[in-house]
């Protein structure tokens, strides 16, 4: 179900942030673009060769902030990097978050989902070095499609736009 609000306009994703997602505890699914093919040193994991697609990274948050903070955490431009994912910021646009809230840990079941899907490919290692999914990042070269995600996400999803499509933040 669609509980987000829609930006319009030039909305960047500090005011998504602002305005709504929950600082609550929970799970999320966070949406990158990438427009190039390029490869992007990802820590000591190694390098990732980025394609232009959709990059899916699997998430949850249970510390201060809950999923706002997280979130908020991932689309900052920074120097520190602390997660996987803060390595593919140099290279692709977060342009979407899907959430469900509460103290359930999803983010296990819902990479194993994707890691299943048609035409998503995993990446393995990725973002999962403290449990035993295969990955949390997933690439698909067009858009996931929400309802059927939706549909085995084990609880209400919102979606928030982080920015619009064709003006997203700069990387």
Not at 29 to 57: E, M, N, T
Not at 89 to 108: F, K, T
């Amino acid at each position: 179900m669609y509980r987000g609000q829609k930006t319009s306009g030039r909305e960047s994703t500090e005011s998504s942030l602002e305005r709504g997602i929950a600082r609550q505890p929970g799970t999320y699914l966070l949406i990158l673009r990438a427009d190039s093919s390029q490869p992007v040193r990802v820590g000591r994991w190694g390098v990732l060769d980025v394609h232009p697609g959709y990059y899916l990274y699997v998430g949850s948050a249970f510390g201060p902030g809950g999923v706002n903070a997280r979130v908020a955490r991932h689309c900052r431009e920074t120097e520190r990097r602390h997660w996987h994912v803060d390595y593919l910021r140099d290279v692709a646009s977060p342009i979407e978050v899907w959430c469900g809230y509460g103290s359930r840990d999803l983010e296990h079941r819902w990479a194993e989902f994707l890691g299943d899907m048609r035409g998503i490919s995993s990446v393995p290692g990725f973002g999962c070095s403290d449990c035993k999914c295969e990955s949390h990042l997933f690439m698909s070269p067009g858009r996931l499609d929400f309802e059927r995600f939706s549909s085995v996400a084990g609880t209400e999803l919102e979606i928030w736009p982080l920015c619009v499509v064709d003006e997203c933040i700069k990387h």
